[in-house]
């Protein structure tokens, strides 16, 4: 089973829905976590908005609580995905070279926007396209 983690900025929205997405798509080859770059929302519920996103495409989100990255989840992880740009530079910089090969963005080539500080339809629109973004990492044979 690969092991996979899924990282944001605070791990309040795009990562904890990634992880739970990721999981329901491919529950026989993956077991997935999800973690955040700082700790603000550390043992926090995810934001609301992302919980009523979620909903909308029935999943729950509502027993995730918010984890701040640690050296033991990036050793645990077979992959590790970063939500943005910025979220992988800076996890290039904590894990070095020797792990550059685990670390990639969650889709492919471009940037999940992040939807704080934004309304439901940032949110919504947030979570359908980390939806779609499964299928890069779960093999639908």
């Not at 992988?88 to 471009?110: H, Q």
Request: hydrophobic share 45%; charged share 20%.
């Amino acid at each position: 089973m690969r092991k996979v983690l899924t990282i944001c900025l605070g791990n309040h929205c795009r990562s904890p829905f990634a992880a739970l997405a990721l999981a329901r798509r491919g529950a026989a080859e993956l077991e997935v976590r999800s973690a955040g770059l700082i700790g603000k929302w550390a043992g926090e519920p995810a934001n609301e908005s992302m919980i009523t996103a979620a909903r909308r495409l029935g999943l729950d989100l509502t027993a995730h609580r918010g984890r701040q990255i640690t050296l033991e989840m990036l050793s645990w992880a077979d992959g590790v995905l970063a939500m943005d740009t910025a979220v992988l530079e800076t996890l290039r910089a904590i894990c070095g070279a020797a792990n550059e090969r685990k670390l990639g963005l969650y889709l492919g080539d471009g940037d999940v926007p992040d939807p704080m500080g934004q309304g439901q339809e940032a949110f919504n629109a947030c979570a359908v396209l980390i939806e779609a973004g499964t299928a890069l990492h779960v093999d639908q044979q």
